[in-house]
């Protein structure tokens, strides 16, 4: 068993459960109730994610996958740093944020949650499995997201050259787990 690659999963495993309470806390927020059914069906699909990411520290921990990462501890260092952000992101999130604000900070989340760590684990997981549903299924997330974001954006550039950089960054971390 390689600790570090414990390590990496368990902190892609908190990132999750992060967003898991980030989403709710927006649906709960939310005064449009078409925008709270979309963060509480985001909260939802990262409940999901949290769950891979248990059945991932059970096959790491008992050695079942390989190390995949040539220089682990500067991953450990970057998902550590990605977890400083997340907690900055949510703390600055009042209790009713607006819909660009909240778009924001959601749209943050996503990039800063598609560090390259997830997209080669998630694709040694369906390598060594033979099961892509989940990152078929994150594919989807990221996507159902940035078309929301699209239709949200209220013509917001900013906005939607975020949308841009998680579509980006998710076929560039797939990439770069093959």
Known sequence: MDSSL????????????????????????????????????????????????????GYAERGWLPQVFERPLEVLAELRE?????????????????????????????????????????????????DTKFLDGYTAHLDGFVRVLGARAQGNPALLSLGEAITGRWQRSKLLGL
């Not at 495993?13 to 979309?38: C, N, P, Q, T, W």
């Open 82 to 130: 990605a977890h400083r952000s997340i907690d900055r992101l949510v703390m600055n999130l009042g209790p009713a944020p607006g819909v660009l604000t909240s778009f924001t900070m959601a749209a943050e989340l996503e990039l800063i949650m598609l560090h390259p760590s997830f997209g080669a684990l998630f694709e040694v997981m369906a390598s060594l499995s033979g």
């Open 6 to 57: 414990v390590d990496i999963i368990q902190l892609c495993h908190l990132a999750d459960r992060k967003a898991v309470k980030a989403y709710a806390d927006l649906a709960r927020g939310s005064a449009d109730a078409e925008l709270a059914a979309f963060w509480a069906e985001l909260s939802r699909q990262e409940i999901e994610h949290v769950h891979h990411w248990q059945v991932a520290a």
